[in-house]
């Protein structure tokens, strides 16, 4: 991948204006899942066809099971102590080191984008920027976050009082099925929780996954632990119920059809996970809204702390 | 603390004189709901009774509000939400400066309801309660022309109509803790008090319309369980806060959730307190009668799983049994009693069955005190148990009630691992005079409220409220307002 006419959506759209003679049969590719910094395949050995914008088949993904999806929430699980607790510092590196390798992958990126939606090369050029400039801006709010939404708090007594945000442990990002901005929305839902220190199990956009996948192959080289963030590949639909049930995931964080909103919802409430659905018409180009800190505000807990200040 | 020979903190002759509180406050034989600023009877003209558990005595017969009812006082808030809303900022700050300046000079009055409608020890009505939604009010109405600078880079507005439901364990705090920032930032209310404890609810409304607080931006439905649920299932409803039980919490997200209807929940918990064997022992002891025996144990962050390092335990429950002795349970009215009645026949009953389970799974029961209670009313005395085991009941459920479980540890990771052992996270207590430690165990607690050093204290511009299962959102202080905007 990366180089021009390796994809094989480019060498569908040429088939029928070379001859035979002249054509490199492509190499089919079936993208992998990502789960405790490693690549495994689906447990149950499915995958799913993968179409261009034209409804040629570019490449096959694993279909994520239940089972799947059950051990990347234990991988983020394993994973949550050691992203919580590196200091902010190094977080906000690591998020800046992957806008680096992002900006090293812009022609992939960007093809990533155009291959399943069909954007021009400059729409696809504009999200890949965007995309690249909102990990840079969100790199930048790990270490700054609990200084805009904590406080110290005045109260009427001999106490030292404040309130701080802190993560609250593990949270799913869902892609739903939508149609654009397959690259700035993943990023967009991601960054948000990851950055106040979440781990993260994030699905990736049902018809357009491969911008989220790139951004996975290139988590281990920006130094993301194993297992802070997780990819999944797979139908969201099917997957909803599962995520919405499971007991040991704290948030979710989705732009998602009414029906799968449905889903998370009303199964987030038997564990009181929080919960923060947003349609799917979301337009993620907003870039003061999406860079704003209380896009991260619904993945935290604010912890008060008492201590007497009188002896 | 001088200890008699009896082993007693005074001996058993030294009684206190009875100080009752002589207000006499003046209770209506029946209520009416308050809708739209109007008292109207119940569409159903039920009524059911309120009494004063420390005499199971009636005070007034409540009107019970129904689906009917609740319309209406949702159309009333809906009705009055515009002018309320478009109100200018700083005009709605001096209605609620106003209430909080009548709820301080009708404090003694309200007190004394309370504690007659709930049971509760005057001295908390009076130092804790009232003065702490005196304060609620105080703190908000400043909010309400402030907004633009509590929420970062946002523009915020207000909901709508806010469905309110509150417990009976601090009714009137709850009412002002509810009302205050609903209606500092714009919203306007149905609030349905608990149907044990309507009677200062019904009082404060009183205290609006003193107020002049234009009709409807309060409404007052009174009722049960099918009340409530009547009003956080109602269609036109923008958003729901509720506090009480994390079953019934749970309950409310889902039918929120099938309507995408905004919600904060404050639920139950079971909130550790940790005592390291470097603490200073005797103010632990304070802070261990502070956490379980406050309002009869009826606090949601109440301290009920006591971690004692192993090297004090003997000591600690000594210490604490001692004290425990001098604890006085009694006419809730008397300004020395520490312990009130329990709030209701019901509530008796399931802590009565949570102390049988915790014998029968073999823990060792401690009861001290010698007073004779009261022939009528609802009482407990203080309790714990020792030799409690992570796996019982006593340690894993809330009881609500004025029973604490002893347990030891030998480490911080240990102590830290058990604490957060529960799908409750809200609020936890850490004795040391390390600071370090202090601020190491606080900040891998898992919970909303961490007490480090003292326990239960509250304020109007302090954040509550709790992690996991003990609900979410926060109520007061600046990150309180965030439950009652919109982006």
Not at chain 2, 204 to 214: D, K
Not at chain 2, 225 to 238: F, R
């Amino acid at each position: 991948m990366g180089l021009p006419g390796t994809w094989p959506s480019d060498a569908a759209r040429g088939a029928e204006e070379r001859p035979m003679t002249d054509q490199r049969l492509p190499i089919l590719k079936t993208w992998k899942l990502f789960m405790k910094g490693a690549y495994p395949r689906s447990e149950s050995g499915r995958t799913l066809p993968l179409k261009d914008a034209r409804g040629a088949l570019v490449a096959h993904l694993s279909h994520a099971t239940r089972k799947d999806f059950r051990d990347a929430v234990e991988a983020a699980r394993a994973a949550f102590p050691a992203w919580s607790g590196a200091t902010a510092y190094l977080r906000s590196q690591i998020v800046y080191r992957l806008a680096e390798m992002l900006e090293g992958r812009r022609a992939d990126l960007a093809e990533a984008v155009r291959c399943t939606t069909g954007a021009t090369k400059r729409a696809a050029d504009d999200e890949v920027n965007a995309s690249i400039d909102r990990t840079v801006s969100w790199a930048g709010w790990c270490d700054k976050y609990p200084m805009v939404l904590g406080s110290r708090n005045p109260v009427a007594g001999p106490y030292h009082n404040f309130s701080m945000p802190e993560p609250g442990g593990v949270c799913v990002c869902v892609h739903g099925v939508a149609d654009a901005q397959p690259l700035l929305g993943f990023l967009s839902l991601v960054l948000p929780p990851f950055c106040a220190g979440n781990a993260v199990v994030a699905i990736a956009n049902t018809r357009h996954p491969l911008g989220a996948l790139l951004v996975a192959e290139s988590a281990p080289t920006a130094d993301i632990p194993a297992g802070a963030l997780n990819v999944l590949t797979g139908d969201a639909h099917e997957l909803a119920g599962w995520i919405a049930g499971h007991r040991d995931v704290d948030s979710v964080h989705a732009i998602a059809e009414p029906a799968i909103a449905g889903t998370l919802r009303l199964g987030s409430a038997e564990n009181l996970k929080r919960v923060h659905v947003l349609p799917a018409d979301e337009d993620f180009t907003d870039t003061d809204r999406w860079t704003n800190p209380r896009r991260l505000a619904p993945f935290v807990e604010t912890k008060t702390i008492w201590h007497p200040s009188a002896t | 603390m001088a200890e008699s020979p009896a082993g007693t903190v005074f001996p058993a002759t030294w009684e206190y004189s009875p100080a009752p509180e002589s207000l006499k406050v003046e209770v209506p034989g029946s209520t009416k709901l308050f809708i739209g600023g109007q008292w109207v009877d119940p569409h159903s003209r039920r009524r059911f009774p309120s009494i004063n558990p420390a005499t199971e005595a009636s005070l007034s017969q409540i009107a019970e509000g129904d689906a009917h009812d609740v319309d209406a006082a949702v159309a009333a808030a809906r009705r009055a939400f515009k002018p309320w809303s478009k109100l200018p900022a700083s005009e709605r700050a001096k209605y609620l400066y106003r209430i909080a300046r009548r709820i301080q000079e009708r404090a003694r009055e309200l007190a004394v309801l309370e504690t007659m409608d709930g049971g509760k020890p005057i001295r908390e009505s009076r130092d804790v309660d009232v003065p702490l939604a005196a304060q609620h009010f105080f703190h908000h109405a400043g909010w309400c022309d402030k907004l633009r600078y509590a929420v970062p880079g946002g523009n915020p507005r207000p909901l709508g109509v806010c469905a309110q439901v509150i417990p009976w364990n601090f009714p009137l705090l709850m009412a002002a803790w509810k009302l205050a920032p609903a209606l500092a930032c714009g919203n306007t209310v149905v609030l349905k008090p608990a149907e044990t404890t309507s009677l200062t609810a019904i009082r404060l409304a009183e205290i609006l319309q003193e107020c002049e607080l234009p009709p409807g931006v309060v409404n007052i439905v009174t009722g049960a369980g099918a009340t409530g649920k009547a009003l956080v299932e109602h269609a036109g409803v923008d958003k729901v806060a509720f506090t009480g039980s994390t079953e019934v919490g749970k309950l409310i997200a889902k039918a929120c959730a099938a309507r995408g209807t905004r919600l904060t929940l404050e639920l139950g918990g079971k909130s550790p307190n940790i005592i390291f064997a470097d603490a200073a022992i005797d103010q632990a002891i304070e802070g261990i009668v502070q956490g379980i025996w406050f309002n009869q144990g009826h606090v949601c962050c109440a301290g009920s799983r006591l971690f004692v390092e192993e090297s004090v335990l003997a000591e600690v429950t000594r210490k604490l049994e001692l004290r425990m002795a001098s604890l006085r349970v009694g006419d809730p009215l008397d300004k020395n009693t520490d312990i009130g009645a329990i709030n209701s026949k019901g509530q008796l009953a399931t802590i009565l069955g949570y102390i049988d389970a915790g014998q029968k799974e073999g823990c060792t029961v401690c009861q001290p005190g010698a007073q004779a209670l009261p022939a009528k009313g609802f009482w407990c005395r203080p309790t714990f148990f020792t030799g409690v085991q992570p796996s019982h009941v006593v340690a894993r459920e809330e009881i609500f009630g004025p029973v604490l479980a002893v347990m030891s540890f030998r480490t911080p990771e240990e102590a830290i691992t058990r604490a957060n052992n529960t799908p409750y996270g809200l609020a936890a207590g850490v004795w040391t005079d390390k600071g370090s430690k202090v601020f190491d165990v606080a900040r891998r607690l898992q919970a909303g409220v961490v007490w480090c050093n003292t326990y239960n204290q509250f304020d109007a511009t302090s954040p509550f409220g709790g992690f996991k299962e003990s609900g979410f959102g926060r109520e007061g202080g600046v990150h309180g307002l965030a439950g009652y905007l919109a982006e």
